[in-house]
């Protein structure tokens, strides 16, 4: 991938994101009608918070990593771009499996727990090597 190409997935990626994350507030406001109240029983709602929180967060990261790769004109390899993006869209999901009482913040219980919590650490990783991958190549680049 080129620079813009790069660019351009991870801004539209970030977009997306942040849309997405406008949806679940949106969504969130229906259990809080009188009308819509027996769609919260069982779900916590500030698990939920925090998924729409770390996806506009998560989501103007990648808006960052775009600019970073324009402003130094670098080519990450894509592989490190997908990573960012999967990451990204993957890791507020640890909060939804908790606001349905998984506990995916411990690799620990059953298989659904440890699957929760491996994908919290896969995609956690995933994004931190896509921002080494991206920092090494700027500060190659610097001017």
């Known amino acids: 991938m080129d620079?813009?190409?790069?660019?351009?997935?991870?801004?539209?990626?970030?977009?997306?994101?942040?849309?997405?994350?406008?949806?679940?507030?949106?969504?969130?406001?229906?259990?809080?009608?009188?009308?819509?109240?027996?769609?919260?029983?069982?779900?916590?709602?500030?698990?939920?918070?925090?998924?729409h929180l770390d996806w506009i967060m998560l989501g103007l990261m990648q808006g960052l990593a775009a600019g970073l790769i324009i402003l130094f004109s670098v080519t990450p390899p894509a592989w490190s771009v997908w990573a960012m993006v999967i990451g990204g869209w993957?890791?507020?999901?640890?909060?939804?499996?908790?606001?349905?009482?998984?506990?995916?913040?411990?690799?620990a219980g059953k298989p659904l727990q440890r699957a929760a919590a491996a994908l919290g650490g896969v995609t956690s990783t995933f994004i931190a090597v896509a921002w080494f991958i991206f920092l090494h190549a700027a500060w190659q680049a610097w001017p």
């Open 90 to 107: 993957l890791n507020p999901l640890a909060y939804v499996f908790r606001a349905f009482g998984v506990d995916a913040f411990s690799f």
């Open 3 to 51: 620079v813009m190409n790069t660019a351009y997935v991870l801004v539209f990626s970030g977009a997306l994101s942040v849309l997405t994350s406008s949806l679940v507030g949106f969504a969130m406001l229906i259990p809080m009608q009188p009308w819509g109240r027996k769609w919260a029983k069982g779900l916590n709602f500030r698990q939920i918070g925090a998924a």
